[in-house]
């Protein structure tokens, strides 16, 4: 019944097809004999690929509400078309960009001839993790002189998320964690998964374009005592709106007071200011008072290190002795989840943190990326004024960071993209880092049509 194996008579002629054909004899037997012992197999070696896929019932699912902006965008033949969805800086030519530090540090790393490719400790590089509690917290941080800080290299800001998200439902007292409305989107999914229960509080205004900071008082107030709190350390995402420092400062009394447990993701730092120190402010205020706290970083954006997934994750305890524990811990959380992170990303990050020269290019670089888009503000904001567009635009230029909240809705939206070939997050989200002189006015004319043609 079964058809015997061997290749097609008249071309086995030769040693290797001979050896061939009688590794196939060899095979075919050795199947037909575990056959022989076991009935219950199909006779057939073809029905299997009748029947259904054991996968038959998955169903399709939507693509990602950011990173499947991209890929609507990839398929549009249009010219004119403007990927304004996910966060990622381009140039005023509208062209991904490498960074000269970058760059540099990569061929001071091909340069040495003494680097290997093995594997790094569980927690990741241990310079890079000394130097990125050193950006974050501050040279001087006390926390830092006195060890109660672990820092573990993570896969980016949001591996970071997921790591400490873990160890806090394994080890942490409260599984409810609130997270601001709205958030990058990405949070609920990372946050739930990995066994915590996530609530909001409030954080926008759609009336003023602003904080809701009398809400977010009033539902931090109500939450249990020990709750975890995902404060983003600046430029919110998506709104684009921070707490002043005295807000910040308000914030802190009612977290400490309630003990509430602040989990700072800064996804942005450099780029709200321009200015490292001047964005980290939130998390080191939180840092000052010697409680504890959790802070998540991402290289991605700052040092435009998208995909090489370089991040880390600090935990800020209160003696040296709990931070050991800790981070314990935290190898076991990291270690069946993806072993250890990666070595390019986070050397190129500590050789330009180590290095004073390369320090110092990279904040003018990164200045320079922060005022682009500063600039890109304005040149909207003036483009909407030009053409007399309805409504007040004037929060294009008060908000921070890589994206405007635009206060366009969905239907506006979806006429922007389909009329005008712009890509963007149907929550009215634009990422100025994506736009350039030469499209500003593209950009202002659909959202002229769209906020007069459609409600
Ligand atoms: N946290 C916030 C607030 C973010 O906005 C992002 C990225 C991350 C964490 C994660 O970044 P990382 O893992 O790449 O370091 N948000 C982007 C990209 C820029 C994305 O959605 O993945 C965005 O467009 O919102």
Redesign the pocket.
Known sequence: MRPELTLPTGQASSPTDRRLNALLRHLSSSSSSAMDTNNSISPSPTSAFQHDSVFSHVVQAPE?P??GVTVAYNKDPSPVKLNL????YRTEEGKPLVLNVVRKAEQQLVNDRARVKEYLPIIGLAEFNKLSAKLIFGADSPAIQENRITTVQC???????RVGAEFLAKHYHQRTIYIPLP?????PKVFTLAGLSVKTYRYYDPATRGLNFQGLLEDLGSAPAGAIVLL?AC????TGVDPTLQQWEQIRQLMRSKKLLPFF?S??QGFASGSLDADAQSVRMFVADGGECLA?Q????NMGL?GE???ALSIVCKTADVAGKVESQLKLVIRPMYSNPPIHGASIVAAILRDRNLYSEWTIELKAMADRIISMRHQLYDALRARGTPGDWSHIIKQIG??TFTGLNSKQVTFMTKEYHIYM?SDG?I?MAGLSSKTVPHLADAIHAAVTRVV
């Open positions: 990602d950011i990173l969805g996910v966060g990622a896969l980016s800001g949001t591996g970071s998320l958030t990058w989107g990405n949070h983003h430029a919110h995402n998506p993701d996804a942005y998540a991402s290289y991605a954006k998208y997934r370089v991040g890589m994206f997050t989200r990422s």
